[in-house]
C-alpha cells in the first residue's frame, strides 16, 4: 500500500510507459522544461508574426485591405490546425509524441521562411526601403513557409498547455491547488517570449532586415525544441484514449436509434461499466449522470438488441460516462462561441492598430530614434506581465476571502470579467483615432502620412487589452482544460483556440463587408489605402458594440451552465 502511494492515481505514466512515481516526476520538477519551451516557442511565433502586416504591405506591395485579410486567414488557420493536432494527440500519439512531431515540421516552416526573406531568387526586389516587388513565385514560397508554421503550431498550441497541467495529479489535493497557478506562469511565460519579439526582433526587422528578423525566430524555435526534449525523463503522460470523435459519433448514433424507448427515472439502471471509479475509456475518470440533454440518455438505457452474442454493440449501447462527454461538449459551446468577438477585438493589436499607428509620430520624444509600430504591442505584454503576478498574488487571496471559492473567482467570472473590460480598449482605440483625425484636419495633413501626435497615445489601449487577457484569455484555458472530459482535454483546448480563428476570421470578414460597402460611390472607405481619409473610428466602434452584446450573452450563458463532476481515480 506504501508502494502505491508513491505513484500517481490519475492514470499517468512516464517516458518508459511504467506507472508515473509522484516523487521522480511531475509537478515544478517538469514545467520549468514545458514552460521555457513554451516561452521560446512564442517568441519565435510572435518574432515572426508581429510584423508580418509591414512585410505583406512593403515588401510584397500588397494594398491595406488585402493585407490585413490575408493575415487574418492565415492567423485563423493557426488557430484551426490545432483541431488536427488535438485528434491525434487524444485518440493515437498522446501529446509528448504530438508536441516533438509537429515542432520538426514548423521548424522546417520557419526554416523556409528565412530563405524566402533571404535568398536571392526567393526574396522579393527592392529599389529602395519598405519598396518592393515580388514574384508569383516568391509570394507562393512565403505562403508555403508560412503555412507549414501554421500547420506546425497545430500540434504544440492545443497540447503544451494541457501537458503542462497533466504534470499535477488531479488525485492529489496538493498538487491539483498548483494548476490554477500552473495557468497563470504558463501565460507568463509566452508574455515573457512575446516581450523579446515585439521589442529586439522588431526592431532588427526594421532596421537590420527581413533575413535576420526571420532567422532569430526560427533559431528560438529550434532552442524550444531542445528545452522539450530535454526534460523527457521527468514528464507524465497520459495515454491516449482512442477517437473522441468516434464515441461521440456512437452516442449520437445509439440515441437516435432509440429514440422511441423511455428513460427510466432511476439513473442507476443506465449502462456504465461494473469498475467502481475507472471508465471503459483508457485514461477516463467516470462522469456522473447530469439532467440536461435527457434525449441522448437514451444511448445508455439496455434494450435486448444492444447485445451481439454475448458482446455489446458500441453504436447501440454506450456508458453514462460516454454520453457525459458528449453533453460536456454541448454544454461548452456557448460560453465558446462568446470567445469569438474578444478574439476579434485581441487580434486588432496585430492589424488595424498598426495602420493606425504608421500615421503617428513613432519617434522616442525629441530624438530620431523611431520606434518600429510593431513594438507597440510590448505593452500588451507588460501589462501581462504586470498582472499575472499581481492576480496571482493578491487579487486571488482577496477574491476568496468574499467567495470561499479556492481559486478567489470561478473561471466563469473570471473570463467574464476579461469580457467586460475588452470593450475599453476599442472606446480608447476609437477616441484616439478621432483625435488623431482632427489633428489632421486642423493642420490640414492629410496627404502627410505622420501625423503630430505621439504613438505613446496608442499604451492605453494595448495596456488595458493586456489585462483583459490574464482574466479572459488564462480563465479559458483553465476552464476548458478542468471542464473537458479526461480523455478529450487536448481537443477542449484546440476548441478554446478556434474562437482565435473565428476571431480572425470574424475581423477577415467584417473588413470585407465594411470595406464593400464604405467605398461605394468612390469614397475612400472606413479602412482607407490613406487612413486619413478613412473613418477607422467606426471600425472600433462597431467592434465596441459587439463585445457589449457579446458579454450580455456570455452572462446567459455562464449562468445557465454546470459544472463537470468526476468520480474516483484512475489508479
Not at 330 to 338: E, Q, Y
Not at 368 to 389: C, H, M, Q, R, Y
Request: hydrophobic share 45%.
Amino acid at each position: 500500500m506504501a508502494e502505491e502511494d508513491n505513484y500517481t492515481k490519475d492514470g499517468t505514466v512516464d517516458y518508459k510507459n511504467d506507472p508515473a512515481d509522484r516523487n521522480k516526476t511531475g509537478t515544478w520538477k517538469a514545467c520549468p522544461f514545458i514552460l521555457g519551451n513554451e516561452c521560446c516557442e512564442r517568441l519565435a511565433y510572435y518574432g515572426m508574426s508581429s510584423n508580418l502586416l509591414l512585410y505583406f504591405t512593403n515588401q510584397l506591395n500588397q494594398h491595406s485591405a488585402a493585407a490585413s485579410k490575408n493575415l487574418s486567414n492565415w492567423s485563423g488557420t493557426c488557430y484551426v490546425t490545432p483541431l488536427l493536432g488535438a485528434f491525434l494527440a487524444d485518440a493515437y500519439l498522446g501529446r509528448y509524441r504530438t508536441i516533438a512531431s509537429f515542432s520538426i515540421i514548423y521548424v522546417m516552416g520557419m526554416t523556409l521562411l528565412t530563405l524566402s526573406a533571404s535568398v536571392p531568387g526567393l526574396r522579393p526586389t527592392c529599389y529602395k526601403k519598405d519598396e518592393c516587388t515580388a514574384t508569383n513565385f516568391q509570394i507562393a514560397v512565403c505562403y508555403v513557409a508560412l503555412y507549414l508554421v501554421a500547420f506546425g503550431t497545430g500540434g504544440i498550441k492545443p497540447c503544451v498547455s494541457s501537458y503542462g497541467a497533466d504534470q499535477f495529479d488531479d488525485a492529489d489535493e496538493v498538487e491539483k491547488g498548483h494548476k490554477s497557478s500552473f495557468f497563470n506562469w504558463f501565460y507568463f511565460s509566452i508574455n515573457i517570449g512575446a516581450l523579446v519579439a515585439s521589442s529586439v526582433l522588431v526592431w532588427i526587422q526594421v532596421n537590420v532586415g527581413w533575413g535576420w528578423g526571420f532567422g532569430v525566430p526560427a533559431v528560438a524555435m529550434a532552442v524550444a525544441v531542445g528545452f522539450f526534449f530535454s526534460g523527457t525523463r521527468l514528464y507524465r503522460n497520459q495515454k491516449p484514449g482512442g477517437s473522441p470523435l468516434t464515441r461521440l459519433c456512437q452516442v449520437v448514433v445509439a440515441s437516435l436509434r432509440k429514440r422511441r424507448v423511455a428513460v427510466p427515472e432511476d439513473k442507476s439502471l443506465l449502462f456504465e461499466t461494473s469498475d467502481a471509479e475507472a471508465a471503459a475509456i483508457v485514461g477516463s475518470r467516470k462522469l456522473d449522470h447530469t439532467t440536461e440533454f435527457r434525449f441522448f440518455d437514451k444511448a445508455a438505457v439496455e434494450v435486448q438488441s444492444d447485445y451481439n452474442k454475448e458482446s455489446i454493440n458500441p453504436w447501440r449501447l454506450c456508458t453514462v460516462t460516454q454520453v457525459e462527454e458528449l453533453k460536456a461538449i454541448i454544454k461548452l459551446l456557448p460560453v465558446w462561441a462568446t470567445g469569438i468577438i474578444f478574439s476579434a477585438v485581441y487580434g486588432q493589436m496585430g492589424n488595424l492598430f498598426l495602420l493606425q499607428a504608421e500615421y503617428m509620430n513613432t519617434r522616442l520624444g525629441n530624438t530620431a530614434f523611431k520606434i518600429p509600430e510593431a513594438s507597440l504591442s510590448i505593452f500588451d505584454t507588460l501589462s501581462v506581465i504586470v498582472w499575472v503576478p499581481i492576480y496571482d498574488q493578491f487579487i486571488i487571496p482577496i477574491t476568496r476571502k468574499f467567495t470561499g471559492h479556492k481559486n478567489g473567482l470561478t473561471q466563469l467570472r473570471r473570463m467574464g470579467i476579461g469580457l467586460f473590460i475588452s470593450i475599453f480598449a476599442m472606446v480608447s482605440a476609437a477616441v484616439l483615432e478621432i483625435v488623431r483625425l482632427n489633428i489632421v484636419k486642423r493642420h490640414d495633413s492629410y496627404d502627410v502620412k505622420e501625423a503630430p501626435i505621439s504613438v505613446f497615445w496608442q499604451v492605453p489601449q494595448y495596456f488595458i487589452i493586456g489585462c483583459a487577457e490574464v482574466f479572459m484569455y488564462i480563465g479559458q484555458i483553465e476552464f476548458f482544460y478542468e471542464q473537458a472530459p479526461d480523455s478529450m482535454r487536448s481537443l477542449c483546448a484546440a476548441l478554446s483556440l478556434t474562437t482565435t480563428a473565428l476571431g480572425n476570421y470574424l475581423s477577415a470578414f467584417l473588413v470585407t463587408i465594411v470595406t464593400e460597402v464604405s467605398t461605394r460611390n468612390g469614397k475612400p472607405g472606413w479602412i482607407a489605402d490613406n487612413l486619413n481619409h478613412g473613418k477607422l473610428h467606426y471600425f472600433f466602434w462597431l467592434l465596441a458594440v459587439l463585445s457589449l452584446l457579446n458579454l450580455g450573452a456570455y452572462v446567459v450563458a455562464a449562468k445557465r451552465y454546470t459544472y463537470k463532476k468526476a468520480v474516483g481515480t484512475l489508479r
